[in-house]
C-alpha cells in the first residue's frame, strides 16, 4: 500500500479510537474501492484516500448536534479530513478533492468525477448488506440497477447480493 495510504488509515484509526465499527466501515469501503479501481479509472490515492475517511465527520456531527444525518457528516468531515491530510504533507488539490468528494458523499450527482463514482459504489457495497433487507431478489436487483454508477461496481453487488 501507498506509504501515505497507510498514514491516512493510521490517523483515521487513532481518530475514531475505540470506535470499532466506524474503523471496519472504512477499510471494507477501502477495500471495495480499491476492487473497483482494478477495472474503472480513478485516482488510488484520491480513491483510498476519500474511502478511509469518508464517514470522519459523524463523530463532531454527534457531538455537535447529536446526529449522525447524512448532510451534518458532510458538513463535518470536511475540516477533519484537510486537518488530518495537511499534517500529513499531501498536495493541496489532492486535499481539496477528498474534501469535496467527503462534503457530497450522500449527495449524488453534486460531483461529477470517476473518483466520486467509485467512492458512491464503494459505500453502497457495504450499506446494502448491512442496512437493507435483500430477501425479495427482484427488489434487490431494482435497488442496484437505480444505486450504482460504475459497471464495476454494479457487477460486484449483483454478485454479492443476488
Ligand atoms: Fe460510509
Redesign the pocket.
Known amino acids: 500500500m501507498h506509504e501515505l495510504l497507510r498514514s491516512i488509515e493510521a490517523a483515521m484509526r487513532a481518530y475514531f479510537g475505540s470506535d470499532q465499527r466506524r474503523i471496519d466501515?472504512?477499510l471494507r469501503?477501502a477495500g471495495f474501492a480499491e476492487e473497483i479501481l482494478k477495472s474503472e479509472k480513478g485516482d488510488r490515492l484520491v480513491v483510498i484516500a476519500t474511502a478511509i475517511l469518508?464517514?470522519i465527520g459523524i463523530r463532531e456531527a454527534e457531538r455537535k448536534f447529536a446526529s449522525s444525518a447524512g448532510n451534518l457528516q458532510e458538513q463535518e468531515g470536511p475540516p477533519v479530513a484537510r486537518e488530518i491530510l495537511t499534517g500529513l504533507g499531501l498536495a493541496e488539490a489532492v486535499i481539496d478533492e477528498v474534501c469535496e468528494i467527503i462534503g457530497s458523499?450522500h449527495s449524488p450527482g453534486e460531483v461529477d468525477t470517476d473518483n466520486f463514482r467509485i467512492i458512491w459504489d464503494a459505500?453502497w457495497l457495504?450499506?446494502l448488506g448491512d442496512e437493507f433487507d435483500l430477501t425479495d431478489s427482484d427488489k434487490t436487483r431494482g435497488m442496484i440497477a437505480k444505486i450504482f454508477q460504475t459497471v464495476t461496481g454494479k457487477g460486484l453487488a449483483e454478485r454479492i447480493y443476488l
Open positions: 466501515h472504512a469501503v469518508h464517514d458523499h459505500d457495504v450499506n
